[in-house]
């Protein structure tokens, strides 16, 4: 073995180590930068979006006495059981039907002269409270309008919206409520979606905040929790 090659190869030696150093160092490096990025992507990945409130399918009931939220109201058989109006009525005498609910604990026999009568039919305006259970409408008391002192009807308020949507927005909206069994009529007016029920608890109301926009829909019970 000649001379060069025992002075070169202690040099070799020397230069590989010095180059294996740094090499070893960026591999790490580039390791441990994977494992950050994937740490990263892994962290700030989008948290799951809450899903959204079920679409209420029944009206609620109440948990004390409740009145009509407008008294005196009129209550009307039509030969099928007592209904206790909160809706439009029939515009013919007699009155054959009105949008409303069916009356538990009703007796024509005890309102006396409170009450018309055409064949079948009898109806009144009645003050009158009772329970709701959901369904049905248990009278508690009942008097003949001209018999009965009579609250003043609450003046119902229209809630401002936060932010105006545009009459083709509400529309739809109304046209999306409208199919649902717990409304009893809407109509859009004053930059809002008002949308009668027989009655609301507050969580329709919350429902339809959440759905739709704070103030974009206003629900109005029909029945309200006695005072």
Request: hydrophobic residues 40%; aromatic residues 4%.
């Amino acid at each position: 073995m000649d001379t060069t090659t025992l002075l070169t190869r202690p040099l070799l030696t020397r230069l590989g180590r010095s180059l294996a150093l740094p090499l070893l160092a960026l591999g790490l490096l580039a390791a441990c930068g994977g494992e950050d990025v994937a740490r990263d992507e892994t962290s700030t990945g989008s948290a799951p979006s809450a899903e959204p409130a079920a679409t209420p399918t029944a009206v609620p009931a109440a948990p004390g006495l409740v009145e009509p939220a407008t008294p005196p109201a009129t209550v009307l058989d039509d030969g099928d059981g007592p209904v206790l109006c909160l809706g439009p009525m029939t515009l013919a005498y007699p009155p054959t039907s009105c949008s409303g609910v069916p009356v538990a604990g009703w007796d024509w026999a005890d309102e006396g002269a409170g009450h018309q009568a055409e064949g079948d039919v009898r109806w009144g305006s009645y003050v009158v409270t009772g329970r709701w259970d959901g369904e049905t409408f248990t009278v508690e008391t009942a008097e003949p309008a001209g018999k009965a002192v009579q609250p003043p009807s609450p003046a119902p308020g229209l809630v401002k919206p936060p932010v105006t949507l545009a009459q083709a927005e509400l529309k739809q909206i109304r046209s999306a409520l409208q199919d649902q069994p717990w409304v009893l009529g809407s109509a859009v007016t004053g930059g809002q979606v008002r949308v009668d029920v027989t009655y609301d608890d507050g969580s329709l109301q919350e429902w339809a905040d959440e759905e739709y926009g704070e103030g974009a829909v206003v629900v109005t019970g029909q029945l309200v929790d006695a005072s």
